[in-house]
Nanobody, 115 residues
Framework: QVQLVESGGGLVQAGGSLRLSCAASGIIFSISSMGWYRQAPGKQRELVATITCGGSTNYAYSVKGRFAISRDNAKNAVYLQMNSLKPEDTAVYYC?????????WGQGNQVTVSS
């Protein structure tokens, strides 16, 4: 069993920055990919960014050039640096991890961007 604990969310003005962190604990053998998703009120959960063990990244078009995902394999942690935030980035952000073909999810982290 893998548990993911998130931190770093909060309230920020448009144009500002936030950094989200997510650390995995529990029974960890080999986590392949990690990522971030978000869900705004009334909308489906959508992919924000993913990163493989080797450092290959993918981003949603809406955040490309503004957000950066990174990973510390030794700490089993994933981070999301969010710059130039917009009100439409407001959502609950979830980290996830893939281990042995199973997906594990964090508890969710509210990010609110004021105009």
């Amino acid at each position: 069993q893998v548990q993911l604990v998130e931190s770093g969310g909060g309230l920020v003005q448009a144009g500002g920055s936030l950094r989200l962190s997510c650390a995995a604990s529990g029974i960890i053998f080999s986590i392949s990919s990690m990522g971030w998703y978000r869900q705004a009120p009334g909308k489906q959960r959508e992919l924000v960014a993913t990163i493989t063990c080797g450092g290959s990244t993918n981003y949603a078009y809406s955040v490309k050039g503004r957000f950066a995902i990174s990973r510390d394999n030794a700490k089993n942690a994933v981070y999301l640096q969010m710059n130039s935030l917009k009100p439409e980035d407001t959502a609950v952000y979830y980290c996830d991890a893939n281990q042995l073909g199973r997906l594990y999810w964090g508890q969710g982290n509210q990010v609110t961007v004021s105009s």
